[in-house]
């Protein structure tokens, strides 16, 4: 079974960075697409950034291509998300999504598993 736990969020200054992580604790995801989505207020999820179940295929949103670096480590069954040069439009819930079926695409139908978000907050 999926279960998906994000860490990593928090307050950081317009500039800065964080790194995000996204554990299984059902040890399963190494099979599995992975995707990182956000959520602002009064916004629709988005895209962010995906990677293949091997890890070495990658595929980002334009607004954050060059700043953030999505990465999977299937010995420890998580994936990171690296995020520099932030900006205040990056305030959002970030939740990470699993996809059991190798789409790697950049819809949110397309995952069946999620977490359950963690809190980006950037001050300018």
């Known amino acids: 079974q999926v279960q998906l736990v994000e860490s990593g969020g928090g307050l950081a200054q317009a500039g800065g960075t964080l790194r995000l992580s996204c554990a299984d604790s059902?040890?399963?995801?190494?099979?599995?697409?992975m995707g990182w989505f956000r959520q602002a207020p009064g916004k629709e999820r988005e895209f962010v950034a995906g990677v293949t179940w091997t890890g070495t295929s990658t595929h980002y949103a334009d607004s954050v291509r060059g700043r953030f670096t999505i990465s999977k480590d299937n010995a420890k069954n998580t994936v990171y998300l690296q995020m520099n040069s932030l900006k205040p439009e990056d305030t959002a819930i970030y939740y990470c999504?699993?996809?059991?079926?190798?789409?790697?695409?950049?819809?949110?139908?397309?995952?069946?598993?999620w977490g359950q978000g963690t809190q980006v907050t950037v001050s300018s």
């Open positions: 059902g040890r399963t995801i190494q099979y599995y697409d």
């Open positions: 999504a699993a996809d059991p079926g190798h789409r790697a695409g950049a819809r949110s139908s397309e995952y069946d598993y």
